[in-house]
């Protein structure tokens, strides 16, 4: 398959009905859970200012009532764990991968 389509987006709701568009980054599998990176969709015209105020947001898979949906990290020892991983995969790719 072509990775020339360009970047995928997805949008998501919080816990107050208010919807953010997201782009996907990179997905890892990390101690049996998938986690999905993304960073914000900064929209066309966009208050430049607002993109300063957010980085790389971590999300995991999770099954709800036989529903695939998307969960914050349970802990700020989990989040480091999972984001380190990202780093590494994603500095990896840089590099071309080598080691």
Partial sequence: ????FGPDFITVTDEDGNEFELEHLDTLEYNGQTY???FPAVPEGGAEE??????LIILK???????EQLSTLDS?????AVYQQF?????????????
């Fill in 87 to 99: 780093m590494e995969t994603l500095f990896a790719d840089e590099d071309g991968g080598e080691q």
């Fill in 76 to 80: 700020e020892e989990e989040l480091e």
């Fill in 50 to 55: 607002e993109e300063d105020e957010y980085g």
């Fill in 61 to 67: 898979a999770i099954t709800v009532d036989g529903e």
């Fill in 1 to 4: 398959m072509s990775e020339g």
């Fill in 36 to 38: 999905m990176a993304f």
